[in-house]
């Protein structure tokens, strides 16, 4: 009897990694996709630990530091738009490559900051430059690599960005508690920028790359498309823009961008400054953001899932009232428990109101070269954060408390919502035929049927 179970365990573990060795290599981009995301945004998830520490530790105003954070949304909301394009004539692979080299500088420099001059250098130039290549590209090659299954991909992506970040959090105050600025930094910018590389050499911007066809794609076809050349992409882009600029979708989802980040920033960036204010540590304060990071990853799952079954639309707006609604709990908040509860409860709208984009881009616009699109959402939220983060802080620096600060967090996310409202159905694409505007080369070719 016990040598039976131990052969069925061993044909279980022997199909399981049946399955992992010879999965569709989408899912392996899904998984480089979720690390470089996670390892590559972690700092500015964590931004609101940094607040409290350069507050203590320098003696700079809170104005001053969440300017720098601004900034930095504010440059990579700016260049989005054009590392999407660049991504869609060059390859994402190439431009991920550029913005490694700033990430991995903008942390080493970091360590050597003294001034504040130097945080809005190498924070918010260095890594603001970065940012603006991993934010678009990622998400936009995990969706490239899938014609089905898009929500289940982008919701494994996203939950388990949700998942790094609750543990990442209290690492980095451990880190910066026990160590000084220079160390963590240097430790950080070693070791990040370091697996950031090893992880791009197996990251491919498009199927054709490796001569596969998108996850989905009917197996009855032969021969997978060839990659195309840089110049028939870029006139490809070019005609997909003109059509998508016709649409509604096209210039309303970056308003809902923009004032669900805004929404949110708030929080994320002041939430643990505002309960140092009311009496909690810092090491106490840490886990709002590990709560909200956790309790987002089941919402960061099953929103794209849901958009991809029900329509992007609805439940997009549904959260985007989540989010809102929640941040009323803050104020009755007072103890570490309080903000614990309010955390868990605003991760769910949290993770909800950002991660069902790719979805609606996909029910919009089918498998066209959405980079330059996404990156002028991603353009829409980076102003969002910057604005939020920065309206928390002056409003606070000016009157001492954060209420009115909480009543714009509340009235951006329902503005989101009621933007969503106003938006297309998500049950049809909108511009299906657009590429019967292309030059014939630069059309896709139909593919030829297997014999």
Not at 19 to 40: F, R
Not at 53 to 70: E, H, P, Q, R
Not at 266 to 274: E, K, L
Not at 333 to 356: K, P, R
Request: glycine share 10%; hydrophobic share 50%; net charge positive.
């Amino acid at each position: 009897m016990q040598s039976r179970l131990c052969l069925a365990e061993q044909n279980m573990a022997s199909r399981a990694a049946h399955s992992v060795v010879h999965a569709h290599y989408a899912w392996y981009i899904v998984a480089l996709g979720t690390t470089l995301q996670l390892t590559t945004n972690f700092v500015s998830q964590a931004y609101a630990i940094l607040v409290v520490v350069m507050k203590d530790n320098f003696g700079w105003s809170l104005t001053a530091i969440v300017l720098a954070y601004a900034i930095r949304n504010m440059i990579g909301a700016v260049l989005s738009p054009w590392a999407g394009s660049m991504g869609d004539r060059y390859g994402a692979k190439k431009i991920m490559l550029v913005g490694a080299v700033c990430f991995t500088g903008g942390l080493m420099l970091l360590a050597t900051i003294t001034e504040i001059w130097q945080l809005f250098l190498y924070y918010s130039l260095v890594l603001g430059f970065a940012q603006a290549m991993f934010r678009v590209n990622i998400p936009t090659t995990v969706a490239a690599w899938f014609k089905t299954k898009l929500g289940v991909a982008v919701g494994i992506q996203q939950s388990a960005g949700g998942m790094g970040a609750s543990v990442l959090a209290p690492g980095l105050a451990v880190l910066l508690t026990q160590t000084d600025w220079q160390t963590a930094f240097l430790l950080i910018g070693a070791g990040g920028g370091a697996f950031v590389f090893l992880m791009l050499a197996f990251f491919h911007s498009e199927p054709a790359d490796r001569g596969k066809q998108p996850y989905g794609t009917d197996l009855s076809i032969k021969n997978p498309v060839a990659a195309f050349s840089g110049e028939v992409s870029k006139i490809r882009s070019k005609v997909f823009m003109k059509r998508a600029k016709e649409t509604r979708a096209f210039w309303i989802l970056p308003l809902v961008h923009h004032l669900g980040c805004a929404g949110h920033a708030i929080v994320i960036v002041h939430g643990v400054n505002y309960a140092t204010t009311k009496g909690v540590s810092l090491e106490a304060a840490t886990f709002i953001i590990s709560i909200y990071s956790f309790t987002s990853i089941g919402s960061r799952f099953l929103v794209p899932v849901l958009a991809d079954r029900l329509g992007a639309k609805g439940v997009m707006a549904f959260f985007y009232l989540l989010q809102g609604l929640s941040v009323l709990m803050l104020f009755w908040t007072a103890e570490a428990w309080q903000f614990y509860l309010f955390a868990g409860v605003f991760g769910i709208g949290f993770g909800g109101e950002m991660s069902a984009f790719l979805v609606a881009n996909r029910q919009y616009y089918g498998m066209g070269p959405v980079r330059t699109v996404f990156g002028i959402q991603s353009m829409g939220a980076g102003f969002g954060m910057a604005i939020g983060g920065l309206i928390g802080s002056v409003i606070y620096d000016a009157f001492g408390s954060y209420d009115l600060a909480w009543v714009f967090s509340i009235v951006a996310s329902l503005g989101g919502m009621a933007a969503i409202l106003t938006m297309e159905s998500t049950k049809q694409e909108l511009i299906p035929d657009w590429e019967k505007d292309l030059p014939l080369d630069a059309q896709t070719p139909a593919p030829a049927a297997a014999d």
